[in-house]
T-cell receptor, first 115, second 116 residues
Framework: SQQGEEDPQALSIQEGENATMNCSYK?????LQWYRQNSGRGLVHLIL?????REKHSGRLRVTLDTSKKSSSLLITASRAADTASYFC???????????????FGAGTRLAVHP | ETGVTQSPTHLIKTRGQQVTLRCSSQ?????VSWYQQALGQGPQFIFQ???????GRGNFPPRFSGLQFPNYSSELNVNALELDDSALYLC???????????????FGPGTRLTVT
């Protein structure tokens, strides 16, 4: 089963527009991470936000985390055609038994940015 | 580029056969995790290796096994292949601290396995 669920499943926008993707999860987390995947290849780590953080920025990316609602959002500003990819949120559970770091992924949002 | 490499890139096997996939972790990382990604789905955690021992396992049967070597590289072995094992297999390297801190995971490009 997958803890994270992204919304929407697919998003189609024009270059220059902003893209917002949302992620909901079910259990307490240590941190939440966002990844990008191009054409079924490896995942690229975008940003990590810890459970005690509320907002984080990296270039054109802005991530928010609301632990009371168990949700996160990823905003890509001024989108480009090169941003076309699948975006996944992944939660690292607050599980220190054995100290292992398991990421639980959602099914992803497929973003298409048209020139 | 993450510095995590996987081999082979593509593989076609027949049902019932065995397969070994390989992963070299990023320099400085001591932990390797393996994920299975079916078409159109998010990756699912198979297991993690730390200090050459399995350190956490997802909901996968025992025919999925692995190894981690002293240089932190890793292998994923799958016995008695089934059609549903067709997927992209991703390895990810990370650094686990003394407190079991949870760090970013850096993924390799994946191995696409097709079982016919």
């Amino acid at each position: 089963s997958q803890q994270g669920e992204e919304d929407p499943q697919a998003l189609s926008i024009q270059e220059g527009e902003n893209a917002t993707m949302n992620c909901s999860y079910k259990t307490s987390i240590n941190n939440l991470q966002w990844y990008r995947q191009n054409s079924g290849r490896g995942l690229v780590h975008l940003i990590l936000i810890r459970s005690n953080e509320r907002e984080k920025h990296s270039g054109r990316l802005r991530v928010t985390l609301d632990t009371s609602k168990k949700s996160s959002s990823l905003l890509i500003t001024a989108s480009r055609a090169a941003d076309t990819a699948s975006y996944f949120c992944a939660t690292a559970l607050a599980d220190y038994s054995g100290g292992y770091n398991k990421l639980i992924f959602g099914a992803g949002t497929r973003l298409a940015v048209h020139p | 580029e993450t510095g995590v490499t996987q081999s082979p890139t593509h593989l076609i096997k027949t049902r019932g056969q065995q397969v070994t996939l390989r992963c070299s972790s990023q320099s400085g990382h001591n932990t390797v995790s393996w994920y299975q990604q079916a078409l159109g789905q998010g990756p699912q955690f198979i297991f993690q290796y730390y200090r050459e021992e399995e350190n956490g396992r997802g909901n996968f049967p025992p025919r999925f096994s692995g190894l981690q070597f002293p240089n932190y590289s890793s292998e994923l072995n799958v016995n008695a292949l089934e059609l549903d094992d067709s997927a992209l297999y991703l390895c990810a390297s990370s650094s686990t601290g003394l407190a079991g801190s949870h760090y970013e995971q850096y993924f390799g490009p994946g191995t696409r396995l097709t079982v016919t």
